[in-house]
Structures are given as C-alpha cells and as structure tokens.
C-alpha cells in the first residue's frame, strides 16, 4: 500500500497516534489563512510524491516567514520532482 505522508497522519491521528498539525494544499488560495492557523513562525513544506529523496530533489523546505513559505509552495505547486 502506498500512502503519502498526510494519509498516513490522518490514519494515526484517527488512532490516538499524536502527529504534527498541517494541511494539504493544491493551490496558493488559502495558503496564508493555514499558516496562520498553524501558530508557528517556522514551518515545514512538504510535495506529497511516492518517491524517495524529496528533500534532495528540493521537495521539502523549512521556512521562517510568510513570505518565504509562499515561495516554497510557488515553487512546488505544479512541478515534478
């Protein structure tokens, strides 16, 4: 069974398993209102691929402002890794 990280968080979290808070997103609308809700000045952006070595083919980020979680997402949203 392939799984993308947040299908597996979900199934965790439905167990009782305490997992990082985080959304998925497919567009730029809406982006800033979750960051928000976050709470948090540092965040994680993550591509969802059924691939090994995301983080080497730059498909995770940490981001410390806004500004710069809204380039990350830019960056990811619409590209192959």
Partial sequence: MNL???QSKALM????????EGAVVNQLEGVEAIYESLGSKRVVVK???HAGGR???GGVK???????LMEAVKGMLGQRL
């Fill in 62 to 68: 940490i981001v410390e402002d806004k500004n710069a």
């Fill in 13 to 20: 979290k439905r167990y009782g398993i305490s997992v990082p």
């Fill in 4 to 6: 993308h990280e947040y």
């Fill in 47 to 49: 591509a969802q691929v």
């Fill in 55 to 57: 983080g080497k083919a």
